[in-house]
């Protein structure tokens, strides 16, 4: 590893630890009325199956049945190799799969379709190249009853917050790679969202962007109180970002622990062993 990624690393862990350690501080920020609330997130014996896609040992493939939950304001990264349901998961969250089996509740709410306080960042930016950078990121407002002056300063703060306010005007194919995901970020704070999904969302950049990228969805999430759930491959990611790492395997839970509890052979012994 390059010193910049160590240096990196080593100040996503302190924010970690600051946020480990600063409950009372999460306490104060789930008061105020300036910060959206972290959602609860239930799942019990939740089963999606693709139909006709086979699985190798048979099954049709797909996700569960899976029991989890997730406390308000939790950080939880989500690992497993690929193909072992993470992104099934997220789709069933998010609204965009309906799950076969079980029930998924959000601060003790029924969970049957996509809701307004739920928002996904998916790998690939999915931006609108007609519109600005401040369009795109203040698309996700303009179904939410609120003022054209509301929706930019919303739209601004969240641009602000990835450190992008002065590219307002731009538009998206004159960014980077790691320009265009913060935009994507930053549409996805702009709602406020009190559940934020991230699918392998840095995993397209290079690694100094994604130890950049994920320090600043640290300080984010410390100042936002929203509850994170995010998806990766990487376990060295999932470690240094999440406070718990879940693990899935064949579209089954494999190992649910707190990162501090846990090695990086730990998490790959969960993923191997049969
Ligand atoms: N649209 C689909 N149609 C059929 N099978 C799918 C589809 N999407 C995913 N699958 C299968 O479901 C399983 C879980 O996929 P996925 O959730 O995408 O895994 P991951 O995100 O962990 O790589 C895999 O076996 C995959 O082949
Ligand atoms: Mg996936």
């Known amino acids: 590893m390059n010193d910049a990624v160590n240096r990196s690393s080593t100040a996503v862990k302190s924010v970690v630890q600051v946020r480990h350690a600063s409950s009372s501080a999460q306490d104060a920020l789930m008061n105020s009325s300036q910060s959206p609330v972290g959602a609860a ?19 049709p493939a797909g996700l569960g049945p899976l029991t989890l939950s997730i406390q308000p304001g939790e950080f939880v990264c989500v690992v497993g190799p690929s193909g072992s349901g993470k992104s099934t998961l997220l789709g069933l969250l998010s609204g965009f799969l309906k799950p076969q089996q079980g029930q998924m509740t959000l601060s003790g709410r029924e969970l049957s379709g996509p809701v307004p306080e739920l928002t996904l960042v998916q790998q690939e930016h999915a931006l609108f190249p007609w519109l600005t950078v401040l369009g795109n990121v203040g698309f996700g407002l303009k179904t939410r009853h609120l003022s054209r002056q509301e929706q930019e300063r919303r739209a601004l703060a969240a641009l602000k917050q990835v450190g992008l306010e002065e590219y307002a005007p731009r538009r ?8 265009r995901q913060r935009v994507s970020l930053a549409r996805a704070l702009a709602v406020q969202p009190s559940l934020l999904l991230l699918d392998e969302p840095f995993s397209a950049l290079d690694v100094t962007t994604r130890h950049q990228l994920g320090e600043e969805l640290l300080g984010i999430w410390l100042t936002q109180g929203s509850t994170v759930l995010f998806v990766t491959h990487n376990l060295d990611e999932a470690l240094s970002l999440g406070q ?5 395997r064949g579209g089954q839970l494999a190992l649910d622990a707190p990162a501090q509890d846990l090695t990086l052979q730990d998490l790959k012994a969960s993923l191997e062993s049969a």
């Open 41 to 59: 997130l239930s799942l019990t014996n939740v089963e999606y199956r693709y139909a006709g896609n086979r699985a190798g040992d048979g099954q």
């Open 244 to 248: 718990r790492v879940v693990a899935l």
């Open 172 to 179: 998206i194919h004159q960014l980077s790679g790691g320009q």
